[in-house]
């Protein structure tokens, strides 16, 4: 019974475990450069694309948002 007491809670789910491993695969310079691969992707292909669709107006207006949402996310501490 008293190694039980002692023991660590598992992470809901089992994911912890999951993420920590996946993330000590990955190289360290992974972790940016697919945030800023991401963010050309939008620019190259999304904003034409939402340009062709909607117009200027709101293809730049969603770009911005969308960049705005994006960026906030991935500085957040």
């Keep these: ?7 660590k809670p598992r992470p809901r ?3 912890g475990t999951r993420r920590a491993a996946a993330k000590a695969r990955a190289p360290a310079w992974l972790g ?9 992707a939008i620019v190259t292909i ?9 117009g200027e107006v709101v293809a730049l207006l969603g770009l911005a948002a969308l960049i705005g949402f994006l960026v906030g ?3 957040a501490a």
């Design 1 to 7: 019974m008293a190694s039980s007491a002692s023991a």
């Design 13 to 15: 789910g089992g994911q």
């Design 32 to 40: 940016r450069w697919w945030k800023i691969a991401l963010l050309v």
């Design 46 to 54: 999304g904003l034409p694309l939402a340009h062709a669709l909607f």
């Design 73 to 75: 996310r991935w500085t």
